[in-house]
């Protein structure tokens, strides 16, 4: 019995040891999620953390005979998992920057963090637990796992700290190696490379370095240290205005202390008395005029590239327009020094960029040092790349006059270097926004031409880019073609090189959207190299087709803008072409699609567009399209609408008889009801409208609730906004097929849809083929004489609606028109009451009109006088009522 106790207190359940473990895992896990660094290896850590609790949450359930061998493990757990929570904590809230720096440190943590668990996980006393032979094998393949597991640093990380490394032991690096470092920092953690922004982040960084906390590991806080020196160069860090500040806050400092550096008044250029001294950074005095000499003839190069501050006290003492004013000295040496300084200075920063630039005439000066000689042209040829660099700057280089052409002339020489930083110079000048081309004129056309047709052939395709990205005016367009640029394009595009040959077509794409230029086009055979590319199954470049699919239909909307005068051309010579060309809509995504549909849109609308339409027939078209308008792609959809309705016009019934079954007459009818497209609804209506007049097609229409989309289409919005007119025109054409006099059944359908007071609206404000089109009234009109009382009254019903309120007038002339006065009154000898009454109450209205009073008061007046002797008492006195309006009876008489 005391055996059994002693064994009863050592069981000890597993949940009390585990439970706060795993509470404790769930939070390090939490917060591992919540990292805004190192997302994909806490992602990692996260999942092992979420198995492990699993895995716990089991082994809680379990009894455990040696509870101080799992307090152990546990103890190992918690301490791993309170580290881990800590670092994962950290990298929620600590800078950004700082913790990219330290991504190797936070990578190792993990990494160690992992190891530890996994040998905690692997000293818990699976045999006293008497766990299942699957959770010891689960936690025999986690622990595995976590062994083999490893955490990487992103490769852009890795390449930010090598240069970091790389820049403090060089320690000379410039201005735009940190300005290129900080951008990347910010790009690798998420933080916007705006300068304010990212100033901003830079800031807080350098506050959290000087936390007291940090101070006590003095290896991290002399690291940090360097890294904030060393970031401090770029431009972010420190605005224009600051540096300015800063600069003359010292030179005035400077100004009220004795000048102890000054060992004479003499100046040690000239020997004389200096009236206008100026202290040198370099702590010596010298005579103003002297030092501008001095600046004239280089020894300041050596002084720029000395220290990143010199340049900076350069820039401040406002020396660069005389640096600029120098390009104009007769002095070679001179200018090609100043050039070399400038070099120097640009390359700084932007914002000296802009400075240079914004000099009365720099940039022209700098331009013509291009003719000049060898070196000189070469140190401004540098200049005016690095200028170039800039987006401010690079409009003020393409609008000087003779530019282009002298960078063309250089890249002609032999100079491999000089041929390279033109055509780099180029490329920079090509993305000029519109305004610059525009300024530029011909100083920009007429030499980019000259380089497109004579230059070398980098030039060229340098060239061709500018003509491919800037954007140009219709008339810019125009002017290009017209001098030439056509035909070094199309050579362009027959080279064997794809990526000049994508360089062309996005050219000719450009410019080909004028339709002067699309017939010039084919008239100098650039449809035979594009049809070649269109149709070229190696190139895996489904951009460089769809672009060719581009040009193929701006060379199509061209034929269709033809005068009438002229030789008329056209895209497809052959039913062949027009096979070939169609065939491919089968095997190309939806924006080849749609420009190959838009295509053939275009060439049905041509001079030669019966031939097309004619071949798109026999080559069964209309199947590919039935199966286009079903596509989700709407733009793919609508082009495939308005071809097929274009085919529909003049076509052989047989043909859609053939292909168009009730699958797609739904397709039609769900397009007019759910699109917001005007043109795409036009079109199903259109198609609709011009379907053969087969019964079974027509029961289809019925069926799929086409009426009563007609009516939605004819009662909608403004029937005079020109996107609208069509659309009712071909609503009208499409109605006319149920108003068949031989089918009683469509025209009650009519009826009761309340189609016939939107036509008569259309009658009076409806446009010429609209009226055409509506011949519902006189068929209506036909069914008054049916014996089927029911479609007789939907029908009577209908036409009633003419006359309504302020419409008699209009009404009664129409159903003048259509003849429909005398069945009326020939319905009051209906043996229905409801019909008598209808028609007596219609006529009440019609005989107020002096004219139809005239015209048919004499055959109405026994059927009237019929009911009043039989009919009902409302009736007698309506009927009676009428007869005065016709003067038969007297209106005191006994039967009103």
Known sequence: MAKDVIISASLVLASEILSETVLAISETANAAEEAVVQKENFKKFSTYLERIAFLLRGLAKFDVNNSESLRNVVEILNCQINVAKKLALECSNRNKVYLLLNCRRIVKQLDDCTREISRGLGLIPLASLDASSAINDEISKLCKNMLDAEYRIAIAEEEILEKIESGIQERNVDRSYANNLLIRIAEAVGISTEQSKLKEEFEE??????????????????????????????????????????????????????????????????????????????????????????????????????????????????????????????????????????????????????????????????????????????????????????????NFIGSVQGCILLLGTMSCGDDTQAAEDVQELLENLSILDENAIQMAGANYFGPLLHLLSSGPESVKIVMAKTLSEIELTDHNKLSLFKNGALRPLLQLLSHGDIETKKVAVKALQNLSSVPQNGLQMIREGATGPLFELLYCHSFSLPSLREQVAAIIMHLAISTTEQESDQMQISLLESEEDIFKLFSLISLTGPEVQRCILQTFNAMCQSPSGLQIRNALRQLSAVQVLVQLCELDNHTVRTNALKLFCCLTVDGDDSTFLEHVHQRCIETLVKVIKNSNNVEEIDAAMGIISNLPQDAQMTRWLLDAGTVEVIFACLNSGDRNASNKRTIIENAAGALCRFTVPTNQEWQKKVAEAGVIPVLVQLLASGTALTKQKINAVGNLVRVLGEPDINACEASLDALLTLIDGEQLQTGSKVLAEANAIAPIIKLLSSSCARLQEKSLKALERIFRLVEYKKKYGTSAQMPLVDITQRGSSGMKSLAAKILAHLNVLQEQSSYF
């Open 205 to 394: 960084f350098k506050n959290e370095m000087e936390n007291v906390e940090l101070r006590r590991d003095m290896a991290e806080a002399l690291q940090m240290e360097q890294i904030i020196v060393l970031l401090e160069k770029a431009d972010v860090t420190t605005t224009p205005e600051e540096k300015e500040m800063k600069y003359f806050n010292k030179l005035n400092t400077l100004g009220r202390q004795p000048l102890e550096p000054l060992q004479s008044f003499y100046c040690p250029i000239t020997g004389d008395v200096m009236v206008d001294p100026v202290e040198t950074s370099s702590g010596k005095t010298f005579e103003k005029s002297a030092i501008e000499e001095w600046l004239a003839d280089g020894k300041l190069q050596d002084l720029c590239i000395e220290r990143e501050l010199h340049r900076e006290w350069v820039v401040m003492e406002d020396y660069l327009p005389i640096l600029i004013g120098l390009l104009g000295s007769k002095n070679c040496e001179i200018r090609r020094h100043s050039l070399v300084i400038l070099y120097i200075l640009a390359k700084d920063s932007d914002h000296n960029k802009e400075r240079i630039a914004k000099v009365d005439n720099a940039i022209e000066l700098i331009v013509r040092s291009l003719s000049r000689k060898v070196e000189e042209s070469k140190s401004a040829l540098q200049l005016l790349l690095e200028l170039s660099r800039s987006n401010v700057v690079r």
